[in-house]
């Protein structure tokens, strides 16, 4: 017991606690008899408090190996939150507050030799204007920020203000050169800004782009494909009553969604002789062109 100006604290009284620990055979409850003190001494910032340990920290109804081992089955293991939380007989909330705080503590990054890497942007807050003075002019405040994340084990590296090419580059020249060479791997989102960065301070390593933002980029090229032939050709917006945008969602869809004849080319929307005319609205095959490559990313 921690000794305070020369004395032992008091002792209060004492309740029994229940703490949630790791699964054996079972959910396992612990039920710690806990011992609380008092202080009467000037100087003490609180009069009454609890004993709290390592493992249990103040306020803590759950023991902090249970913690990690809720964050390792999430991160390493792959699970869901969800998943993890039933898997353990606890609640989402302590799966998500275990990862929350396991994120929010950021490692020292030169230590941690990671070998793959993520780069993404969020924003956290609207538009902001500040000024420093009242003469001064305003500011404005970037609503954006850049983490960086090791795929391996789920942990932030580092947060970067804004999401230029100039602030990225900056936290990847702080890092050391054995560092950089160990990075084998780094996803982001099409971003030009990220890029940029990688093939200044990560020239050798692989970059990849996830599903998601590529599909979305072929489903914007079959969009603007569509609609800029049906300007040129008949030099006005399409109609409602067009088959090609009546059925513009059939050349969207997903792969698995298709035939093995849908696979080999465009929907059919009408019966026709000549389904591609009709998928594209009678446009011809230049927009039915943009239709196998985005099927290609999609499968």
Not at 9 to 30: H, I, M, N, W, Y
Not at 66 to 87: I, K, Q
Not at 226 to 248: C, K, M, V, Y
Request: net charge positive.
């Amino acid at each position: 017991m921690r000794r305070l100006w020369g004395r032992l604290p008091a002792l209060k009284d004492t309740r029994l606690q229940r703490l949630r620990d790791v699964s054996l055979a079972g959910t396992v409850e612990v039920f710690w008899r806990q011992r609380r003190f008092f202080c009467d001494e000037p100087p003490c910032p609180r009069g009454s408090f609890s004993e709290a340990t390592a493992q249990v920290p103040t306020r803590a109804r759950s023991r902090a190996r249970l913690r990690g081992a809720l964050v390792d089955a999430v991160v390493r293991s792959g699970r869901a939150a969800l998943e993890g939380a039933r898997a353990y007989g606890v609640s989402w909330w302590l799966v998500q507050k275990a990862l929350d705080a396991a994120a929010a503590t950021l490692p020292d990054v030169d230590a941690v030799a990671p070998k793959r890497l993520e780069i993404d942007e969020h924003r956290y807050h609207s538009v902001g204007w500040y000024r420093e003075e009242e003469s001064s002019p305003s500011v404005r405040i970037e609503p954006w920020m850049t983490t960086v994340v090791d795929l391996d084990t789920g942990r932030v590296l580092g947060v970067v203000n804004g999401r230029d090419s100039a602030g990225v580059g900056e936290w990847l020249f702080a890092r050391p050169l054995a560092w950089r060479l160990g990075v084998e791997v780094v996803a982001i989102d099409p971003s030009g800004a990220f890029r940029k960065a990688l093939r200044m301070w990560l020239p050798r390593t692989a970059v990849s782009v996830d599903a998601f933002h590529l599909i979305q980029l072929a489903n914007q090229a079959v969009g603007e494909a569509r609609q800029r032939l049906s300007q040129e050709i008949r030099d006005r917006r399409r109609r409602t009553t067009e088959p090609g945008w009546a059925n513009r969602r059939l050349l969207l869809r997903a792969a698995g969604a298709l035939s093995d004849s849908g696979r080999a080319g465009p929907p059919r929307t009408v019966r026709r002789r000549r389904p591609h005319r009709a998928a594209a609205g009678g446009l011809g095959g230049q927009a039915a062109a943009a239709h196998p490559p985005r099927l290609r990313l999609a499968s």
